[in-house]
Structure formats: structure tokens, C-alpha cells
């Protein structure tokens, strides 16, 4: 089953398997409830525009094409989610649940019932054959890996996944889709949140959680501000705080820390960000589960580099990060994916952090 979502990458990794000698059918998830609503250039994902892109391509491959409505699975495991961890304070990252949640794990499951060896995606990642099992590494493009927002993958659903584009250049996927005569060729990339396509992340949150007024306080207890909801901020923000009271040495203030529970936002200076450990939960391993104390080097955002560190398993869903390098603005609510040289280890949620 190759997943199709409308863009150059999946139509040309269903392109691939295809080649391969691979029997193919297509498929597009409907996400969104608002199927009619149209893209905006690069923004928003999932839309009938989307789809009617995926089965053209679906049909110049010659392949059968279906759409499976996913919307409650994706409004209830990742909206729902999304909005209740900044609700909760926490940062959440709504692409690495999708994926755990809906396209390897709902979708992963329907597909082998009905009897589909693998599920074929455009992630740039690569699958290679390790001692345990087949291991995810990091793509050959530096500049378009996208292991991070794999690393909630278990062993066997890495054991049926296909990831074809893993040791390409974006430039050469489009470059070949355009040989293929492939209309997506030129397609630009969606980004931001899919089911935020104008990328107000805040003003979609006031509209879904409403607003209470609450002081931003800094790092010294002094009330230096007011907002409108504590949830509308994100550790190591600068912009938006609307502080009258200027800081005494004229440098700018950054969100420290987000309290729910008394809907206070705490600021302070860029140096306070620094962070130097974490305590994470949630603990998915995408091969063997390591015991005991491991060096390694920890990723904590989508595109952000990877750091030198300690891991120490403290429990059988509990793993503490010491981070050779102070990170700047580490949240509760992200990922930590942990790597070995290329190949990714397993991931877990920050739940806390320390400094």
C-alpha cells in the first residue's frame, strides 16, 4: 500500500515500488472534516485538492486508488491531543503524532488486515538490515531527513514499512517526478501545522480553549505583565509578550516557564533558557531497548541538531537525558529521539527539564 498524500514525494515513492515489481494500490487518508477547503500555497494539508492530486498521480501510475476517511481517528489521537497539551502547558509536536498514531499505526494495522505486506510512504528516512532486524537511519539529505518524526516507531511496524526517497536529494525526487510527466512535479511542500493552514496557532487555540487573563511574572516573582491565556505561549518565545515594564539592563525577555494550574507566564533571559538535562516518559524504541547508561546524541526538534549525551533508563517508561551541551528552550510536551551515529534508538516525551 503505497500512502499518497497528494504531493511529489509519495507519488514518486509509489512510482518506486511500483518499478521495484511491487503490486501497488494507492491510497489517500482523508484527514480533515473540511475536505472542501482549499490550500493556500504551501500551507494546509489534506484537502480535496489533495486528494484529487493523489489519484491523478495514482492514475498516471496505473495503480487502484481508494480514500480512507481517517478524519475521527485524527480529530480524536492528534487534535484533541494537540489542544489538551497546551492546554496542560506542554508543547506538543502534532506531526510525530500522526504518525505514531494514524499512518503507522491505524493505518499500518487496516492495510495488513486486508492484506498488504508494507505501507510505502515519502519520508525521507532509510530502512537498512541490521543484526536485530531492520534499523531507521537518518536519509542521505541531511537537509530533508524527517527520522525525528519517525522515531515513535516500533520494531515491527519498521518491518513493514517502505521508505523509498531515503537516499535521495529533494531536488532529484522532483527532477524524476518531472520525467514521469508527474503534475505534482512543481507541487510546493505544505508545512506548518496541516490543520492550522493559516498559521495562527494562537488565535486557533483562543477560538478553541477561549481566553482568562492571567500576569507574566519574571523570574523573580515580579508581575511585569498581563495575557490573555497562558496556553498562547511557548517556552523560549520573544515575541508577542506585550511587556510595558522594559527589563533593568534593556535586553529582551523570553518565556521561561508555563504554569495551567495559576495561568501565569513566567520570562527571563535568553541565558536562562539554557538547558542541560531532561526526564522523559512515553518511551517507544524503534529496535532493541538498551538498560543501563548509554552515550549517544539526542535530537529535540523536527530540524534542530542533534547534541552529545548521557541516557540512563530509570524505570520501564522512564529514561534520563544528560545533555553534554546546554539546548535553548527545551519544553515539556516534545520529543527527544536518541541516536546512534545514524541509526535512531527509540524516542521520548520531555516531561520534564532541568537547568
Known sequence: MAAMSGGVDSAVAAARVRDAGHEVTGVHLALSRNRQALRDGARGCCTIEDSHDARRAADMLGIPFYIWDMSDRFHEDVIDDFVAEYRAGRTPNPCLRCNEKIKFAAVLDKARALGFDAVATGHYARLLDGPDGPELHRAADPAKDQSYVLGV????QLAHSMFPLGGDTKTAVRAEAAERGLYVAKKPDSHDVCFIPDGDTKAYLAKTLGTTAGPIVDSAGRTVGEHDGAWGFTIGQRRGLRIGDPAGDGRPRYVLDISPVTNTVTVGTAEELDVTGL???????????????????????????????????TGPDAVEVVLHEPVRGLAPGQA????????????????????
Open 153 to 156: 516507531l516500533d520494531a515491527e
Open 279 to 313: 526526564s522523559g516518559i512515553k518511551l517507544r524504541w524503534c529496535g532493541p531497548e538498551f538498560t543501563g547508561r548509554i552515550t549517544c546524541h539526542a535530537q529535540l526538534r523536527a530540524h534542530g541538531e542533534a547534541v552529545p549525551a548521557t541516557a540512563e533508563r
Open 336 to 355: 527527544a529521539v536518541l541516536y546512534d551515529g545514524s541509526r535512531v534508538i527509540g524516542s521520548a516525551t520531555v516531561a520534564r527539564t532541568s537547568r
